[in-house]
T-cell receptor, first 113, second 111 residues
Framework: DGGITQSPKYLFRKEGQNVTLSCEQN?????MYWYRQDPGQGLRLIYY???????QKGDIAEGYSVSREKKESFPLTVTSAQKNPTAFYLC????????????FGEGSRLTVL | GIQVEQSPPDLILQEGANSTLRCNFS?????LQWFHQNPWGQLINLFY???GTKQNGRLSATTVATERYSLLYISSSQTTDSGVYFC?????????????FGTGTSLTVIP
């Protein structure tokens, strides 16, 4: 089945540790996105990539890093510099361009103890 | 960036009732989508509707692009309709084609 797979679904980490969230898509989409959602809030854009080997910061990029070495993959690293990393992280993709429809993975819930 | 406002922020309905959710945006858009976030957090695509009207079962949506708003209609609501409804838009002037989300409408349908 075509879709977006995020892993792990749940992750617990100690403060000060870096963690990497995986996002893989087999939809042949050019554009990929990472969003953060806090309880009771909307979605905020962390990073996005419109093409392989290129990505741009979103509204809340500080404390996060990404790479886009393959079209199918867009991993997100939550670094120790992120002050409040506990959140729900959502990966999405679209065909790219102004009219592309956005599709989401199931999300990864990160809790920092 | 473009501003996206949704109303009402919260809505409680009796099962079987109808409702209208609204999304206002501050500038011209290339793309507008409605999503339903279920209790497990997953975002489900409801409509891709930059303009015009679409229907899917009990749900329908209308976007009036020239007046910068979109409406989502839910008829004969069911408890499974509960969750948060988001609209998202792409600013026509944004070369990065970012999606901007509203803050959502939280819907609770009670039996």
């Amino acid at each position: 089945d075509g879709g977006i797979t995020q892993s792990p679904k749940y992750l617990f980490r100690k403060e000060g540790q870096n963690v990497t969230l995986s996002c893989e898509q087999n939809l042949n989409h050019d554009a990929m996105y990472w969003y953060r959602q806090d309880p009771g809030q909307g979605l905020r854009l962390i990073y996005y990539s419109q093409i392989v080997n290129d990505f741009q910061k979103g509204d809340i990029a500080e404390g996060y890093s990404v790479s886009r070495e393959k079209k199918e993959s867009f991993p997100l690293t939550v670094t120790s510099a992120q002050k409040n990393p506990t959140a729900f992280y959502l990966c999405a993709s679209s065909i790219g361009g102004p009219g592309g429809e956005l599709f989401f993975g199931e999300g990864s819930r990160l809790t920092v103890l | 960036g473009i501003q996206v406002e949704q109303s009402p922020p919260d809505l409680i309905l009796q099962e079987g009732a109808n409702s209208t959710l609204r999304c206002n945006f501050s500038d011209s858009v290339n793309n507008l989508q409605w999503f339903h976030q279920n209790p497990w957090g997953q975002l489900i695509n409801l409509f891709y509707i930059p303009s015009g009207t679409k229907q899917n079962g009990r749900l329908s949506a209308t976007t009036v692009a020239t007046e910068r708003y979109s409406l989502l209609y839910i008829s004969s609501s069911q408890t499974t309709d509960s969750g948060v409804y988001f609209c998202a838009v792409v600013d026509r002037k944004d070369p990065g084609n970012q999606f901007y989300f509203g803050t959502g409408t939280s819907l609770t349908v009670i039996p």
